[in-house]
């Protein structure tokens, strides 16, 4: 799923930078625009690294942030200053002085000397901690919690102060966090809040979540069908056309619940017919390996949610890796990827699936809360609840939107993939006693002759998503050719008495192709943007984890799926 902050947050750059660009000193540190032949070497290499630290830093500094050479903390839309120390990174955990950050929320803090302990009363909310101990003991109406730390509160000789982890101070009050590994910015705020007020303009499509994904304390039982065809359709004139077509079917269960997704699919081709009658000279060794690879076979996947750990196990490990990975061990890839894997594969996540309300989607996917409230602002005035127009007929309730257009951001936030032109949708909800027994939803884009439909249905009991794109290129002989790739998914979930696994069996090879990296704010929730993320992705080849899959490197470690296998495809269908 995409995420606009990045660019959105760029685009402000350059417009500050470049508004202060005749007042270069307004702040304690020089705008790097300003003398950009600072960056470059005699052989005209520019120093990237050192221009974007120098650029964080002015932009920093131009925010107001108290320590724009180190981090900061935000609470509310306002930095936290700390008149005794200032935040640090501690074994990957940012650290604060405890008084200033739980004072600065409304907090009453008071420290016990001799018992070297410190109690701070937040609401209904009592908190224990002790330097040198990594629990920290929570009373609220609702019982004691203890907060297990992995990197104990300490008293600072230096400061004077007590230092807590940010992440652990803030979940203790309620809170949760987020890091901007740009900017080097840990933002606390109250997530239950947040979500209640984005959630509060979209309860008709909530619903409509809440239903497919089902009830989060619950075990379901999940049957998947999906298939991929990639065509080209060759027209020409006073002939019949021409249709050469390459089909990809993937069947197979998952056992999903709060804690773990544990997942087998069965895939297979039709590639071998059409390997068969083509010109293999046409196809580089790594595709010819790949197709192979494709024709059939399994993956297996688990991902456990509390670790923060995916597994996956499948034959085309070993191919993509070039033997690298044994067929029958498992890789370890940093967990919460799932929406980051199906953009991946280009497949992306289909409106809001897997969360049960906008809220919580935006929030998943956003480092900056403020930004969510954003756009959650325009994603309701395209499908909010005032957009629908609701009719009531015979006990049943219709929700309908038609022919609204809206911007190529929010259709690529919502139904995933880019959308390079503005798009029109139609949406259909029918309710009858409180559940949705039908729903129906589709977009239409064109643009420079590429055609891209999606449709979404749901029964009440099977949810089904389909993508159709095509391109159109014509000829000066009349001749033209339709590139089209088409995708269908459904599933169906019931209620079921088995457990997923929460790792490989005992015995099993596993091995650590990206092991996670804390990302100093100690987010539970990390997505493509994490830094345990962009190592798996850079596993790939490629320089950040946002970097498209077709844009990767010749050269990869891990070979290009993406590229490799819409280049072969090509081959094998002309």
Same mark, same amino acid.
């Given at each position: 799923?995409?995420?606009?902050?990045?660019?959105?947050?760029?685009?402000?750059?350059?417009?500050?930078?470049?508004?202060?660009?005749?007042?270069?000193?307004?702040?304690?540190?020089?705008?790097?625009?300003?003398?950009?032949?600072?960056?470059?070497?005699?052989?005209?290499?520019?120093?990237?690294?050192?221009?974007?630290?120098?650029?964080?830093?002015?932009?920093?500094?131009?925010?107001?942030?108290?320590?724009?050479?180190?981090?900061?903390?935000?609470?509310?839309?306002?930095?936290?200053?700390?008149?005794?120390?200032?935040?640090?990174?501690?074994?990957?955990?940012?650290?604060?002085?405890?008084?200033?950050?739980?004072?600065?929320?409304?907090?009453?803090?008071?420290?016990?000397?001799?018992?070297?302990?410190?109690?701070?009363?937040?609401?209904?909310?009592? *908190?224990?901690?002790?330097?040198?101990?990594?629990?920290?003991?929570?009373?609220?109406?609702?019982?004691?919690?203890?907060?297990?730390?992995?990197?104990?509160?300490?008293?600072?000789?230096?400061?004077?102060?007590?230092?807590?982890?940010?992440?652990?101070?803030?979940?203790?009050?309620?809170?949760?966090?987020?890091?901007?590994?740009?900017?080097?910015?840990?933002?606390?705020?109250?997530?239950?809040?947040?979500?209640?007020?984005?959630?509060?303009?979209?309860?008709?499509?909530?619903?409509?979540?809440?239903?497919?994904?089902?009830?989060?304390?619950?075990?379901?039982?999940?049957?998947?069908?999906?298939?991929?065809?990639?065509?080209?359709?060759?027209?020409?004139?006073?002939?019949?056309?021409?249709?050469?077509?390459?089909?990809?079917?993937?069947?197979?269960?998952?056992?999903?619940?709060?804690?773990?997704?544990?997942?087998?699919?069965?895939?297979?081709?039709?590639?071998?017919?059409?390997?068969?009658?083509?010109?293999?000279?046409?196809?580089?060794?790594?595709?010819?390996?790949?197709?192979?690879?494709?024709?059939?076979?399994?993956?297996?996947?688990?991902?456990?949610?509390?670790?923060?750990?995916?597994?996956?196990?499948?034959?085309?490990?070993?191919?993509?890796?070039?033997?690298?990975?044994?067929?029958?061990?498992?890789?370890?890839?940093?967990?919460?990827?799932?929406?980051?894997?199906?953009?991946?594969?280009?497949?992306?996540?289909?409106?809001? *699936?897997?969360?049960?309300?906008?809220?919580?989607?935006?929030?998943?996917?956003?480092?900056?809360?403020?930004?969510?409230?954003?756009?959650?602002?325009?994603?309701?005035?395209?499908?909010?609840?005032?957009?629908?127009?609701?009719?009531?007929?015979?006990?049943?309730?219709?929700?309908?939107?038609?022919?609204?257009?809206?911007?190529?951001?929010?259709?690529?936030?919502?139904?995933?993939?880019?959308?390079?032109?503005?798009?029109?949708?139609?949406?259909?909800?029918?309710?009858?006693?409180?559940?949705?027994?039908?729903?129906?939803?589709?977009?239409?884009?064109?643009?420079?002759?590429?055609?891209? *439909?999606?449709?979404?249905?749901?029964?009440?009991?099977?949810?089904?998503?389909?993508?159709?794109?095509?391109?159109?290129?014509?000829?000066?002989?009349?001749?033209?050719?339709?590139?089209?790739?088409?995708?269908?998914?459904?599933?169906?979930?019931?209620?079921?008495?088995?457990?997923?696994?929460?790792?490989?069996?005992?015995?099993?090879?596993?091995?650590?192709?990206?092991?996670?990296?804390?990302?100093?704010?100690?987010?539970?929730?990390?997505?493509?943007?994490?830094?345990?993320?962009?190592?798996?992705?850079?596993?790939?080849?490629?320089?950040?984890?946002?970097?498209?899959?077709?844009?990767?490197?010749?050269?990869?470690?891990?070979?290009?799926?993406?590229?490799?296998?819409?280049?072969?495809?090509?081959?094998?269908?002309?």
């Amino acid at each position: 799923m995409k995420t606009f902050k990045g660019v959105f947050s760029f685009l402000l750059c350059v417009i500050l930078v470049f508004s202060l660009a005749g007042n270069a000193f307004a702040g304690d540190y020089q705008n790097p625009y300003d003398h950009l032949d600072d960056y470059f070497d005699e052989n005209g290499n520019i120093d990237y690294e050192r221009f974007r630290n120098d650029e964080r830093v002015y932009m920093l500094d131009q925010m107001g942030a108290p320590y724009p050479e180190g981090v900061n903390v935000m609470v509310g839309g306002e930095f936290v200053e700390f008149p005794y120390g200032k935040p640090t990174i501690v074994d990957g955990r940012t650290v604060v002085p405890f008084r200033a950050l739980y004072e600065f929320v409304g907090a009453t803090v008071s420290y016990d000397a001799a018992a070297n302990k410190a109690t701070v009363l937040f609401g209904d909310r009592t *908190i224990e901690i002790a330097p040198g101990n990594t629990e920290i003991n929570v009373t609220n109406p609702g019982g004691k919690e203890v907060i297990h730390c992995d990197v104990a509160p300490f008293n600072d000789s230096e400061s004077g102060s007590m230092f807590v982890p940010v992440y652990f101070a803030a979940i203790s009050i309620g809170y949760d966090v987020t890091w901007d590994s740009e900017m080097w910015i840990a933002t606390i705020y109250n997530k239950a809040a947040v979500i209640e007020e984005i959630d509060a303009d979209f309860t008709v499509i909530n619903r409509l979540l809440a239903q497919i994904n089902g009830d989060k304390n619950a075990t379901y039982k999940v049957s998947h069908d999906a298939q991929l065809k990639v065509g080209s359709e060759v027209l020409a004139p006073n002939a019949e056309p021409e249709i050469t077509e390459i089909k990809f079917n993937l069947t197979g269960t998952s056992i999903e619940n709060k804690t773990a997704s544990d997942s087998k699919f069965s895939y297979s081709s039709d590639i071998s017919e059409n390997l068969i009658s083509t010109d293999l000279s046409k196809l580089t060794p790594e595709e010819i390996r790949l197709l192979a690879g494709l024709q059939h076979g399994t993956v297996e996947t688990i991902e456990n949610f509390e670790t923060q750990k995916m597994y996956v196990r499948s034959s085309l490990l070993s191919v993509l890796t070039g033997d690298e990975i044994p067929t029958d061990a498992w890789a370890v890839i940093p967990g919460g990827m799932t929406p980051a894997l199906l953009s991946f594969a280009g497949i992306g996540d289909i409106g809001g *699936i897997g969360y049960s309300s906008i809220g919580e989607m935006l929030l998943a996917t956003e480092t900056d809360p403020d930004y969510a409230v954003y756009e959650a602002e325009s994603l309701a005035a395209v499908f909010g609840d005032d957009a629908f127009r609701k009719t009531v007929s015979g006990g049943k309730t219709t929700y309908k939107i038609s022919q609204t257009a809206f911007t190529a951001d929010i259709a690529s936030l919502f139904f995933g993939g880019y959308y390079s032109a503005p798009t029109y949708f139609t949406i259909t909800l029918v309710e009858e006693n409180g559940k949705f027994i039908s729903a129906d939803i589709a977009t239409y884009d064109e643009y420079n002759g590429e055609e891209s *439909i999606v449709k979404i249905s749901f029964d009440g009991t099977t949810f089904t998503v389909s993508l159709n794109q095509s391109t159109a290129t014509e000829f000066s002989d009349g001749l033209k050719i339709n590139d089209y790739t088409k995708i269908s998914y459904s599933f169906s979930k019931a209620v079921t008495s088995e457990s997923p696994r929460l790792a490989p069996p005992d015995g099993d090879s596993v091995i650590d192709l990206s092991a996670p990296v804390d990302d100093g704010a100690g987010d539970t929730e990390p997505g493509y943007n994490e830094p345990g993320a962009v190592d798996f992705f850079k596993a790939f080849g490629a320089s950040s984890a946002s970097e498209s899959a077709f844009d990767f490197p010749s050269g990869s470690p891990l070979l290009s799926f993406g590229e490799i296998l819409a280049n072969a495809a090509k081959s094998l269908i002309r």
